[in-house]
């Protein structure tokens, strides 16, 4: 059995629980951009296991114990229900969150996201080649400024000074503790089981997404019941490259469920 951890979290905003869960070799101070929706919701942004200022433990990590941390975050601050949002990684520890525990779930938003990772082997072999080399942080550093859109994303001076911070706090990386993480959600394959998710759905895809192509997202559309699905005109990455159309997308979504 996983040791539980307690997460570290940051919370802003008053309002209804919206919890933003950040992708691989990230944190959830990376939803920077999203700030502004706490003007309406109580913005809840925990690091995930393995990342930003969590524990690090160096054991054996699935997507269910990524989710059950996810769960008793919420214990702790009093929430029984929030809205759920993941992004990339985080968008699979969401997908779980929703199968494992859909009482505490209210509505469900998965950006550049898949209900499977298996298509992205290669993307994995090569976090597990990074994370294992004799000099993983400075390796993961160069991996991460080479993502594609990053390039371009960097040369507006707020990008720039968002890839900084986001490569400088990559020195809180354990890099054991992430190769755990990422070996466990190598295995992520929920794919059989989207017809359980009864929760209001939103699926948001970067149309230029060649990490996790909108195909993928186009599949959960049709697989979870009643869900809506938008494209926005971007990589890998939409919440930060275009983060007013995507605020927008889910300030509208939201509102329009009742929220």
């Known amino acids: 059995m996983a040791k539980e951890v307690e997460l570290y979290h940051e919370t802003i905003g008053q309002g209804f629980p919206l919890v933003v869960i950040h992708g691989w070799a990230s944190d959830g101070l990376s939803y920077l951009f999203q700030f502004p929706l706490a003007y309406h919701y109580r913005l809840i942004l925990p690091d995930l296991r393995g990342h930003g200022r969590s524990p690090k433990p160096q054991t054996e990590c699935t997507a269910e114990i990524l989710a059950s941390d996810i769960s008793r975050l919420l214990e702790k601050l009093a ?6 949002c993941g992004g990339s990684l985080g968008g699979a520890v969401a997908l779980q969150f929703a199968l494992d525990y859909p009482q505490k779930v209210e509505a469900l938003i998965l950006v550049n996201t898949a209900s499977t990772l298996s298509s992205i082997q290669e993307f994995f072999n090569g976090c597990i080649a990074v994370l294992s080399s004799p000099n993983p942080v400075e390796m993961l550093k160069q991996m991460v ?16 000074m968002y890839m900084e911070s986001s490569i400088e706090r990559l020195q809180q990386i354990e890099p054991k503790s992430l190769l755990e993480v990422t070996k466990g959600m190598e295995r992520f394959d929920v794919t ?34 009643g869900s809506e699905y938008v494209t926005i005109s971007t990589e890998h990455g939409t919440p930060f490259a275009r983060p007013d159309e995507f605020n927008r997308v889910v300030r509208n979504y939201l509102k329009k469920i009742g929220y």
Do not use: C
Request: proline share 9%.
């Open 79 to 84: 929430v029984e229900k929030a809205i759920i």
């Open 145 to 160: 400024s080479s993502l594609p859109g990053m390039e371009e994303f960097s040369k507006s001076p707020v990008g720039s």
């Open 192 to 225: 059989d089981r989207l017809s359980e998710i009864k929760a209001p759905t939103l699926i948001i895809a970067g149309e230029k997404d060649s990490i996790l192509p909108p195909s993928l997202s186009e599949e959960m559309y049709k697989r979870i019941a």
